[in-house]
């Protein structure tokens, strides 16, 4: 087993980054009537929900078109008609990419590489979703303007340079325990010899 290598500050600006983006998509909670509509459309039965991308137990509710791209809203946002039932397997292999050529593609657990053998029909079904959710993204930069739109991102780039300084910072405030550690071990050391 090997040893995972220490997390730093800066691994962590995708995550700020996606939550800059989720803290201003609108979550929209779906009627009983939409579920339905869609599970029907995506062919699922609602007492056993399965992902639409391999037919395992669905755990997640992927977005089929993403959220993020580029470190910035798609215009997209969280309803009914962009989000589809899936496995984790599923939902953490396929990301942000387009999902006609993820099921295809080569990738570590898509469909294809999972052997999934009814990958046309459920494609087919996804299609189907598609033209039934009608799902366009929004201009979420004119609903609020210019000035508070780049206002906005401002801030999440105060805060990502904060995180580079701090994990200069933290090199530096390593070395030195390193450096301390490595003292007190030699000093161990000497104490031992005859």
Known sequence: MKFRKPLTIT??????????????????????????????????????????????????WDHLRPLVRNKRPTGYINEIRNRVPSCAPCNQSKGGADWRRWMQSNAIGSPKTRGVRDIKRR????????KWGRVEP???????????????????????????DAQAHAGRVRSLVMAALQARQSVKETLKMP
């Open 11 to 60: 691994s962590r600006t995708s995550s700020i980054t996606n939550s800059f983006v989720q803290a201003i998509i609108p979550n929209i909670v779906p009627s009983e009537r939409e579920r339905f509509e869609a599970f029907q459309v995506l062919g699922i039965n609602p007492d056993a929900i399965s992902c639409v991308y391999c037919g395992a137990g669905a755990t997640d």
């Open 123 to 130: 494609m087919k079904r996804l299609e189907l979703f598609e």
């Open 138 to 164: 929004l201009p979420l930069r004119e609903f609020v303007g210019d000035e508070n739109w780049n206002a906005y991102w401002a801030d999440l780039d105060v805060i990502v340079k904060k995180m580079f």
